[in-house]
């Protein structure tokens, strides 16, 4: 074995020990699954400003912590209200480090840190009161931004800054990264582009790993093709989704979003560290390094528009509890998660099922779909269509 190769093995072994013990501890019991403004949560951000500590990073106030409260909206209609003085509000914390390499241009790397504690109306496994530990959401992207900024923070030819922030209240509507984008600390001018990190830990034996925001710069796309020779890539032009990348990409910031798919332990208490893949990690870092190396030798990106030609989303008071597959190809709505005890579980539907049709509204993507259930209201009864393993099926369901 030459020495070369002994040093790249000897590497990634390193990095998957780094991953396992960052996930042992914030997937641990005793940090209760997280939830935002709990002392598990606390415990956490003290667990990671304490490693910025040791990397020897930056802090960009008096404290690695970014402190806000908050409360969340009693209807869909109400929005999230900061530092207010509310009876429920929540205190949270983003975590937030820097490496000054002295240059114009910043590049954000991000993760939320938070989770769903014991579930309740969050968990997927409905009137189960266990502890949601969040392995691979999110401590997976969280245990791999800390190994980002630990080898960032050694380079010395670098020609963008770095700032590495740990999101709380992702969980509760990407309410960390929405208090950091509008707050005095950020600096749009200033920021090149963001790479978001969100369930990391589970690259599948097919290797498949989504790539979201692809169309928000122009050089995305050749870039994460020209670098893969790994991956079985599925890439998203969009620049929104459900995770932090929304917030910096809704400020015309060009985003990239890694995420090796959802699964059935998802917003469970199954999500847990023994269902992790250490290697798979170490592989989709190494991936990201050599991105960034990449677009170290491009000035400052330009942001590309990504949702201009999408339907505008209808508001709709019913659901039929489904996760949809954000990035399934196919014509109709996939269903990713049916959730247990929901409308589309009480009728019949299964994971995988293709949604086609919902009463008398065509549904070709996850769009069709939402603006379908604008149309109807609590205790309105209705057929769904899908397609199950090419089989077209009808079933009659109640919101």
């Known amino acids: 074995m030459s020495l070369l190769i002994s040093f790249s093995v000897n590497s990634q072994q390193s990095n998957q020990e780094s991953f396992k013990k960052d996930i042992e501890y914030l997937a641990s019991e005793k940090l209760e699954?997280?939830?935002?403004?709990?002392?598990?949560?606390?415990?956490?951000?003290?667990?990671?400003?304490?490693?910025?500590?040791?990397?020897?990073?930056?802090?960009?106030?008096?404290?690695?912590?970014?402190?806000?409260?908050?409360?969340?909206p009693s209807s869909p209609h109400e929005e999230v209200k900061f530092n207010e003085e509310t009876d429920t509000k929540i205190n949270a914390k983003n975590i937030i480090a820097f490496?000054?390499?002295?240059?114009?241009?910043?590049?954000?790397?991000?993760?939320?840190y938070d989770h769903i504690g014991y579930g309740g109306q969050y968990s997927l496994d409905r009137g189960i009161n266990e502890i949601h530990n969040g392995a691979d959401d999110n401590a997976s992207g969280t245990a791999m931004l800390l190994s980002l900024a630990e080898q960032l923070n050694?380079?010395?030819?670098?020609?963008?800054?770095?700032?590495?922030?740990?999101?709380?209240?992702?969980?509760?509507?990407?309410?960390?990264?929405?208090?950091?984008?509008?707050?005095?600390?950020?600096?749009?001018?200033?920021?090149?582009?963001?790479?978001?990190?969100?369930?990391?830990?589970?690259l599948n034996t097919e290797k498949e790993l989504s790539i979201f925001g692809v169309g928000t710069s122009s050089i995305f796309k050749q870039v994460v093709?020209?670098?893969?020779?790994n991956f079985k890539l599925k890439i998203i032009n969009d620049g929104t989704g459900p995770s932090d990348h929304t917030?910096?990409?809704?400020?015309?910031?060009?985003?990239?979003?890694?995420?090796?798919?959802?699964?059935?332990?998802?917003?469970?208490?199954?999500?847990?560290?023994?269902?992790?893949?250490?290697?798979?990690?170490?592989?989709?870092?190494?991936?990201?390094?050599?991105?960034?190396?990449?677009?170290?030798?491009?000035?400052?990106?330009?942001?590309?528009?990504?949702?201009?030609?999408?339907?505008?989303?209808?508001?709709?008071?019913v659901s039929l509890r489904v996760m949809p597959d954000y990035v399934f190809e196919g014509d109709g709505m996939k269903a990713d998660q049916i959730i247990k005890g929901g409308p589309a579980d009480a009728a019949g539907l299964l994971d995988g099922d293709v949604i086609t049709?919902?009463?008398?509204?065509?549904?070709?993507?996850?769009?069709?779909?939402?603006?379908s259930l604008s149309k109807f209201k609590e205790g309105d009864i209705t057929t769904v269509k899908v397609l199950r393993a090419g089989e077209k099926l009808e079933f009659e369901v109640k919101f």
């Open 247 to 317: 917030s910096f990409y809704n400020k015309d910031i060009p985003v990239l979003f890694f995420h090796t798919g959802s699964h059935e332990n998802y917003h469970r208490p199954s999500d847990d560290i023994n269902l992790i893949n250490y290697k798979g990690m170490s592989e989709i870092s190494n991936y990201i390094i050599d991105i960034i190396e990449e677009l170290e030798t491009y000035n400052k990106l330009e942001f590309k528009e990504t949702i201009s030609n999408q339907p505008t989303v209808a508001r709709f008071n």
């Open 357 to 371: 049709m919902v009463g008398e509204y065509e549904v070709k993507d996850v769009y069709d779909y939402m603006n």
């Open 225 to 229: 093709n020209s670098l893969n020779n």
């Open 99 to 112: 490496i000054d390499n002295k240059k114009k241009n910043t590049v954000i790397i991000g993760a939320h």
């Open 33 to 72: 699954g997280r939830f935002p403004g709990t002392n598990g949560e606390e415990l956490a951000a003290n667990y990671i400003a304490e490693k910025f500590e040791k990397f020897g990073l930056t802090k960009i106030t008096n404290s690695y912590f970014q402190n806000f409260n908050f409360t969340l």
């Open 154 to 202: 050694k380079r010395n030819d670098l020609e963008n800054n770095y700032l590495f922030i740990a999101f709380s209240a992702e969980e509760l509507g990407l309410i960390g990264s929405r208090y950091f984008v509008n707050s005095e600390v950020f600096n749009k001018e200033s920021i090149n582009f963001m790479i978001n990190l969100d369930m990391v830990g589970r």
